[in-house]
């Protein structure tokens, strides 16, 4: 005997494992983005252009 299905009905929604918020980025990690783009986006001083003439990286 088959039962009867109502085709109209929306089917359920299922996440699976990703969280309800998954791609969205965090308040911390847009806050560090915009720090990162305000450095990038700076006036370079003269000491921050005496390193970078030298054309060797510096040991970390």
Do not use: K, N
């Not at 009867?4 to 791609?23: K, M, N």
């Amino acid at each position: 005997m088959r039962t009867h299905t109502d085709t109209t009905a929306p089917a359920p929604e299922s996440r699976g494992l990703q969280s309800p918020v998954y791609g969205v980025p965090s308040p911390a990690l847009l806050a560090r983005a915009d720090r990162g783009y305000a450095r990038f986006l700076a006036q370079r001083t003269e000491d921050q252009d005496d390193g970078a003439d030298s054309g060797e990286d510096t040991p970390r």
